[in-house]
């Protein structure tokens, strides 16, 4: 009976000890803490992120110490969202034209301040030089080994490890990034998409990554992030999915469109994704996230607490990120924000959402210390 007591003892402790465990398992000793602790954290806290928070927002660029979530709450999120694209052509700016400088430097300062990082990367199609949303076919097994422009996208990873590498906070440590490569893979609208590859190119560029990043580069400062768009079931989900050794947290992207009505079937959708990753993840020991969502312009009053927090709230979510604050588009003619800003019609519910006690912002995850 003691033996048994004891043996039971033991694998508990090696559970928690395997729940821990980075893909990268030479992973910096702050970016292993801010796994362990976003794992002790899973049940009870849910970080509220938002893409380019500090750059700019609705009507407003490159303010300092100002976001549209910070205008509304009186402080920042607790998550922020960045994407490299354009790092891999030498360009100064990204893709939404981020100056890479100007975001090392917002980078750093989160990292200070307790708050967390998430990269993604909408890379140019390697075998064309084209967008991200050039989806000629054939490209992923072009960019792997032995293809004709692997070379091209070795040279591209070396760019993505120099800035992962060169993000250091005011401790000198390196800051630690949930990276989300290869985002929404599932879909068909980039050039690494569920119709532009087999599911086993989408695995080998994936541990191809990884292992370039970390064995060649000595990058360790990642956390994995995988990311699908739609699935229906674990198996779909699970289709790209490079395993367990190669990646530390699962996730997926959606958005809800059109009439407000359109709530109710939102919210079904992604419970019911929700709970399958919440199923895999607690067999594989693992992280779930909600790492892209919104409502264009938020047309819904109630959408933060009538909508969006009823999708994730049953699981163990670890991070919501809603999507960028371009605001007016004057090429497009368009609003183009998933955050509300200072007056924006869903500001209330927004307060009340994240008065609930579970949605974290900055001020919580500052005294969390999510990196010891
Ligand atoms: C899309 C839009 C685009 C943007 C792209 C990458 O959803 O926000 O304007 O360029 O993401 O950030």
Same mark, same amino acid.
């Given at each position: 009976m003691v033996k048994c007591v004891y043996a039971l003892l033991v694998l508990s402790v090696c559970q928690t000890a395997v729940a821990q465990?980075?893909? =990268? !398992? /030479?992973?910096s000793t702050e970016t292993k803490k801010l796994y362990e602790n976003l794992f002790k954290l899973r049940e009870t806290k849910i970080l509220f992120g938002h893409q380019d928070a500090l750059a700019y927002g609705f009507g407003w660029?490159? =303010? &300092?110490? !100002?976001s549209d979530i910070k205008d509304v709450t009186g402080e920042h999120p607790a998550l922020y969202g960045w994407d490299i694209a354009g790092l891999e052509n030498d360009s100064?700016?990204?893709?939404?034209?981020?100056p890479f400088e100007k975001m090392k430097k917002f980078i750093r300062d989160v990292y200070d301040r307790g708050g967390v990082n998430t990269i993604s990367w909408h890379l140019d199609?390697?075998?064309?030089?084209?967008? &991200? %949303?050039?989806?000629?076919?054939?490209s992923v097994g072009m960019i792997?080994?032995?293809?004709?422009?692997h070379q091209l996208y070795k040279q591209w990873l070396d760019k993505v490890a120099v800035f992962m590498k060169d993000l250091k906070g005011s401790d000198g440590k390196l800051v630690p990034i949930l990276f989300r490569p290869?985002?929404?893979?599932? @879909?068909?609208?980039?050039?690494?998409g569920k119709r532009e590859c087999s599911p086993q190119e989408m695995k080998r560029l994936w541990v191809f990554t990884f292992d370039y990043l970390r064995?060649?580069? /000595?990058?360790?400062n990642l956390i994995y992030v995988f990311n699908t768009a739609d699935f229906s079931s674990p198996q779909e989900f699970l289709e790209r999915y490079p395993g367990d050794g190669y990646a530390d947290i699962l996730s997926f992207d959606t958005y809800q469109f059109g009439p407000k009505e359109n709530g109710a079937t939102f919210r079904k959708q992604t419970e019911s994704k929700m709970s399958i990753l919440a199923g895999l993840a607690k067999t594989r020991r693992k992280l779930i996230a909600l790492a892209e969502t919104g409502y264009e312009?938020?047309? =819904?009053? =109630? %959408? %933060?607490?009538?909508?969006l927090y009823p999708s994730i709230s049953s699981q163990p979510v670890s991070y919501v990120l809603v999507w960028r604050? &371009?605001?007016?588009?004057?090429?497009?003619?368009d609003y183009h924000y998933y955050a509300p800003y200072r @007056?924006? @019609?869903s500001e209330p519910d927004f307060l009340k959402l994240i008065k609930n006690g579970r949605v974290a912002l900055e001020r919580e995850t500052n005294s969390l210390n999510l990196y010891k």
């Open positions: 465990r980075l893909a =990268d !398992r /030479q992973a660029k490159y =303010d &300092a110490d !100002r100064p700016v990204n893709l939404d034209s981020v199609n390697p075998v064309n030089g084209k967008s &991200a %949303w050039d989806t000629i076919p054939g792997l080994p032995g293809g004709a422009k290869f985002h929404e893979l599932t @879909g068909s609208w980039f050039w690494w064995s060649r580069h /000595q990058v360790h312009t938020i047309p =819904d009053p =109630d %959408w %933060w607490t009538g909508v604050n &371009a605001g007016y588009r004057p090429h497009s003619k @007056g924006h @019609g």
